[in-house]
């Protein structure tokens, strides 16, 4: 029983890492607080990590009642789940921004810990999907390990934000272009794997 919770925590974990994917975000941060000072950035990175928490949260808590209050079934969800996040895995492997994530000309401001930062880069449709899939016909075990999980994965994307110039420094733009693609792959066989399991559940 513990190794099923651990191999499903492991599978959440590299599920929501690599949509999340909280080293290549570091990049759009830093862009969007260029005008902020350290405090400042700190404080965001603080506001758009629990901020998104708490939206992914609540879709993962109240994702039966929101399914029962607009009809939709389990096998919709995720071929249509799945088709979004390979969408957003393929765009990354062409180096493509994703479009749900793009943020143009963006000028600082506060504001920017809810949006763009929370939503829709940290706690958008494909991380919301993925968090949904997995509790998806799942008992409140489950549930509370995703939860756990996400908890886990926003807490190590506060400390990447607040490093983020260390980060930049070390790495390079290069490695972190690198590991923008393989989180991309990943993504879309995350996606792939979705729609299978959706075809299976709609034909079974």
Known sequence: M???????????????????????????????????????????????TVTAFAIVAIFVILGKVIFEVFGITIPAFKITGGILIFFVGFEML?????????????????GIAISPLAIPILAGPGTIVTAMNFVTGEGYVKMAVVIAIFA?????????FSLSSKIIEKLGENIITVLGKVMGLIIAIIGTDMIIEGIKLAFK
């Open 2 to 48: 513990m190794d099923t919770y651990f191999t499903f925590a492991l599978t959440v974990f590299t599920g929501f890492f690599a949509i999340m994917n909280p080293i290549a975000n570091v990049p759009i941060f830093l862009g969007l607080t260029e005008d902020a000072d350290d405090a400042e950035k700190k404080k965001i990175a603080r506001s758009s």
């Open 94 to 110: 062409q180096s493509k921004k994703s479009a749900i994530k793009h943020i143009q000309n963006p000028n600082f401001d506060e």
């Open 152 to 160: 886990l994965m926003c807490y190590l994307t506060y400390l990447a």
